[in-house]
């Protein structure tokens, strides 16, 4: 898994509670992405990082917010989790801006 | 509005035959398309990909073929083996506007299943 950790990896929460993922990496990789995985949808961009406290938008950015204040670590924040937001999420990386995206395990986020 | 579109949810293919995994995009401005598996509780890994500058692009068991003008892209894994069991996505994206491969647009997804 090209050294990704997620955590957790399952969390329920109930609606309006803040919900905070973690993606670890230990390959010094520039670039990391948050994605999120709905049936019919396949994989949806949420956030990415170009370095530390750089990051910028993706499709589905509305209702999360991310920071990168280490190369290591990326996190994906939900404000006040709403049901639609029930997914699986998935971290990313990759050493260049032309190298194909190395994927984490991914966490499993219910929201009731 | 879903510019990569999977239209077969599933697959099903007995080992030793070909599997024909079917994408279609709608963005002209797409022009480089790579193919993920993702296997239950993990997640995707990257299988091959392809440059519009191509149409056709080998490794191994796998081919990517793409038709341009049809906005259409397959992949063909010949001889298909029971691991090849998985979730197919295919991707796209818009190299040339200077977008990194991270910043991909996917497919739904294809379910494959090898039968022994």
């Known amino acids: 898994d090209a050294g990704i950790t997620q955590s957790p990896r399952h969390k329920v929460t109930e609606t309006g509670t803040p919900v905070t993922l973690r993606c670890h990496q230990t390959?010094?990789?520039?670039?990391m992405y948050w994605y999120r995985q709905d049936p019919g949808h396949g994989l949806r961009l949420i956030h990415y990082?170009?370095?530390?406290?750089?990051?910028d938008k993706g499709e589905v950015s509305d209702g999360y917010s991310v920071s990168r204040s280490k190369t290591e670590d990326f996190l994906l924040t939900l404000e006040s989790a709403t049901s639609s937001q029930t997914s699986v999420y998935f971290c990313?990386?990759?050493?260049?801006?032309?190298?194909?995206?190395?994927f984490g395990n991914g966490t499993r986020l219910t929201v009731t | 509005d879903q510019q990569v579109k999977q239209n077969s949810p599933s697959l099903s293919v007995q080992e030793g035959r070909i599997s024909i995994l079917n994408c279609d995009y709608t963005?002209?401005?797409?022009?480089?398309f790579l193919w993920y598996k993702k296997y239950p509780a993990e997640g995707p890994t990257f299988l091959i990909s392809?440059?519009?500058?191509?149409d056709k692009n080998e490794d191994g068991r796998f081919t990517v073929f793409l038709n341009k003008s049809a906005k259409h892209l397959s992949l063909h894994i010949v001889p298909s083996q029971p691991g090849d069991s998985a979730v197919y996505f295919c991707?796209?994206?818009?190299?040339?506007?200077?977008?990194?491969?991270?910043?991909?647009?996917f497919g739904q997804g294809t379910i494959l299943t090898v039968h022994p």
């Open positions: 390959e010094n990789h520039r670039y």
């Open positions: 990082s170009y370095g530390v406290k750089d990051t």
């Open positions: 963005n002209s401005m797409f022009d480089y």
């Open positions: 991707a796209a994206l818009n190299n040339a506007g200077g977008t990194s491969y991270g910043k991909l647009t």
């Open positions: 392809i440059s519009s500058i191509k």
């Open positions: 990313a990386i990759t050493a260049t801006a032309n190298s194909p995206l190395h």
